[in-house]
């Protein structure tokens, strides 16, 4: 994978908790792993806001991973620039924002979308399924 070194990978999940086994699953779909990670974490050491680079089938795209998904309007904005900043400074295809859960309050309707699973393998279905669908 992608990543520089081992306590990265380790932080990230390797070899066997949720955001190491959705990269392997994604890259398995795909045919190919990322091309680079750009890891960030938290105050809390969860993953937030890292940057996943994809070259498949000459389209570059990508992912910004995020442990929680917050529902409130700051955090949404926040992803939102985060996402359009990595798409322009890439030349990306295509950005998903993908979490692993989703924090907030009943009745807030999220400003952003995003693709959340609790099921590591399954949320990579999820996110090879939305890619292909724009020729990835």
């Known amino acids: 994978?992608?990543?520089?070194?081992?306590?990265?990978?380790?932080?990230?999940g390797y070899p066997d908790q949720f955001w190491w086994a959705f990269l392997v699953t994604l890259a398995e779909l795909l045919g190919e792993g990322p091309q680079k990670i750009i890891p960030r974490f938290g105050h809390d050491d969860r993953?937030?806001?890292s940057k996943v680079f994809f070259t498949t089938k000459a389209i570059s795209w990508g992912i910004v991973?995020?442990?929680?998904?917050?529902?409130?309007?700051?955090?949404q904005a926040e992803a939102r620039k985060s996402m359009d900043e990595f798409s322009n400074q890439?030349?990306?295809?295509?950005?998903?924002?993908?979490?692993h859960t989703r924090n907030g309050e009943p009745g807030v309707v999220?400003?952003?979308?995003?693709?959340?699973?609790?099921?590591?393998?399954?949320?990579?279905?999820h996110v090879f399924g939305i890619v292909e669908h724009f020729g990835v």
């Open 110 to 125: 999220p400003q952003i979308e995003a693709v959340i699973g609790d099921e590591p393998m399954a949320l990579a279905q």
């Open 65 to 75: 991973v995020c442990e929680i998904i917050e529902s409130h309007a700051e955090w």
């Open 1 to 12: 994978m992608a990543l520089s070194n081992y306590p990265a990978a380790a932080r990230f």
């Open 90 to 99: 890439n030349n990306l295809k295509v950005v998903l924002l993908v979490g």
């Open 47 to 49: 993953v937030q806001d």
